[in-house]
């Protein structure tokens, strides 16, 4: 059972160029949640998705950065005209459906190490 | 907005003594508390969590108390070893998904 699987996982962009970072849930998993971490910094909250629907952007930054989760395939976040302050480690994280069982436990993949040069 | 706070930001323990980690909470609507723990280039993973319904949950060595009144909750460890040595996150959230508003962290080490 493959966990959340992110790709890719370093990611080296210059200044002005975009940046897609991919995040595939557990398999039955309809939540994603997208967090950053700066360097010996916490998780901070961007964004939560369920298939097709945008849940809470509230973290997020209102330009350059947008989400996506499509009906088919991963979790996209991108990042337009990157800045040297993107640089981060980017996590997603899945869960199942609310709801179900008593798990509400978020597993989170290896992360993207984006650096901005 | 929400917010999470965390204390100590450091915490350095010799193995076998105890380690605490407090946490305080804004939004008096979060009703799920969970501990996260990150070793150095990994991922966070859960640890134990805690549900408002609950005071005090516990397993193994480690175990969470939550005070809903004062907003706070707590993790306890217990017969630290050097494999704890990591950073751990408290988080706060509510049921049925939205967002997860997480601690700034606390690193800790365990000396052997």
């Known amino acids: 059972n493959a966990g959340v699987m992110q790709n890719p996982r370093h990611l080296v962009r210059r200044r002005g160029q975009e940046a897609r970072l991919r995040c595939s849930p557990m398999k039955g998993h309809s939540h994603v949640y997208w967090y950053r971490q700066l360097p010996e910094e916490g998780l901070k909250f961007m964004v939560y998705l369920q298939k097709e629907n945008i849940i809470d952007e509230s973290g997020m930054p209102k330009e350059r950065f947008s989400a996506e989760f499509p009906k088919e395939g991963p979790s996209i976040l991108r990042i337009q005209q990157v800045v040297r302050g993107d640089s981060a480690a980017y996590f997603c994280?899945?869960?199942?459906?609310?709801?179900?069982?008593?798990?509400?436990?978020?597993?989170f993949g290896p992360g993207t190490r984006l650096t901005v040069t | 907005g929400e917010n999470v706070e965390q204390h100590p930001s450091t915490l350095s323990v010799q193995e076998g003594d105890s380690a605490v980690i407090k946490c305080t909470y804004s939004?008096?609507?979060?009703?799920?508390f969970p501990w996260y723990k990150q070793e150095l280039g990994k991922r966070p993973q859960l640890i134990i969590d805690?549900?408002?319904?609950?005071g005090e949950k516990k397993d193994q060595r480690i175990a969470v108390t939550l005070n809903k009144t004062a907003k706070h909750f707590s993790l306890h460890i217990t017969e630290t070893q050097p494999e704890d040595s990591a950073v751990y996150f408290c988080?706060?959230?509510?049921?049925?998904?939205?967002?997860?508003?997480f601690g700034a962290g606390t690193r800790l080490f365990v000396k052997a």
């Open positions: 994280a899945s869960s199942p459906r609310q709801g179900r069982g008593n798990s509400y436990e978020q597993y």
């Open positions: 805690i549900r408002s319904n609950v």
């Open positions: 988080a706060a959230s509510l049921i049925g998904g939205f967002k997860t508003i």
């Open positions: 939004d008096s609507a979060s009703n799920y």
